[in-house]
């Protein structure tokens, strides 16, 4: 009976230690998700960007909420282990059962048939695959990339979008992370129509004030005044930032 | 969106029609008719020819950055020229 006990709080131990390593990289794909957004919200002063801006720290604290609960759990699961080891129970022990009951439930349920389990505060909802891990790194690695024009940026948007439409399907309705992702999906589609604008009219004018491929700029003039005021500088991090 | 290569090919055809119609109002010679044949021909090149080529130049650059990828605020003007041009070299002109 102890023995089972034991090997069931050390699976749970095994689920809390990888959901932890799940909302690390969650955290910190969001930190560069939020420092692109950041950048770009500087250059285009949108309200689209300012509120996927909010709505990125809402996550982030929803996050750290849950790193907290994972590490309070986790704490639990080590000195029930140590207790069981050490054959020491008592009754005052019980109410750390209780709470972790609902953990165990949830792991035993849903990993064990690989769909997402029902929400429990500091577990992640299901198992995430390796290919998702490896995008998060690789779109990670990238942003410490300075990007030099808006075709890049265009570029960068739609790996957003891609990779957080993924983490969607990650969260059942009922738990914390449901709607957010969701929500920056939707606004950075808004962003990245601004951001494909700004790179059309990028394009447009090297064409126009491109004097090898461009004999009439005459005729452009007004265009290029135009274009020249619609164009947002490139987000680039400056010394003030 | 306009199609821009119909449009090309259409005022194309309208520059030369009315190329040879300014060419033979210049070369008009009688004494009573060649002053008016002369204004004519001038009215015609800076109200129709003129608008066509520049709505000509307007699709060469269209063909050069590709027809979805323009701005929409220039998109906008671009095709009011170029519809502007065409209603002009055709039945719409007004002298």
Known sequence: ?????????????????????????????????????????????????????????????????????????????????TISTEDCFNEELNHYFSRLSELDASIQDGYQSGRANRPVDGLMPCIIEENLEKDICKIEISCLRTLSNWKEWTERIAEHIILVNKLVTLFPASHQFSSIPCSISILLSQISKLVVEQNKLEKTLE??????????????????????????PIPIIGDEQ | ????????????????????????????????????????????????????????????????????QIP????????????????????QIEF
């Open chain 2, 1 to 68: 969106m306009l199609d821009y290569n119909a449009a090309k090919s259409q005022l194309l055809q309208m520059k030369q029609t009315h190329l040879e119609v300014c060419q033979f109002l210049e070369e008009v010679d009688t004494e009573f008719h060649e002053n008016a044949a002369k204004t004519l021909a001038t009215r015609i090149e800076n109200l129709v020819i003129e608008p066509i080529d520049i709505a000509l130049k307007i699709i060469d650059v269209i063909e050069m950055i590709g027809g979805g």
């Open chain 1, 1 to 81: 009976m102890n023995s089972e006990l034991i090997e069931r709080l050390k699976s749970i131990e095994i689920r809390l230690k990888e959901s932890n390593t799940w909302f690390r990289l969650l955290e910190n794909y969001c930190k560069s998700l939020s420092h692109d957004v950041f950048l770009i919200n500087m250059s285009l002063e949108d309200e689209c960007s300012t509120i996927c801006r909010i709505q990125i720290d809402s996550w982030l604290c929803e996050i750290e909420k849950q790193q907290t609960r994972n590490l309070k759990s986790d704490a639990i699961v080590s000195k029930l282990i």
């Open chain 1, 207 to 232: 064409i126009l004030t491109n004097s090898i491929t461009n004999s009439h700029e005459a005729i452009f003039g007004l265009d290029v005044l135009i274009i020249m005021e619609k164009l947002c």
């Open chain 2, 72 to 91: 929409s605020v220039i998109s906008l003007r671009w095709n009011q020229q170029i519809l502007q041009a065409l209603n002009n070299g055709g039945v």
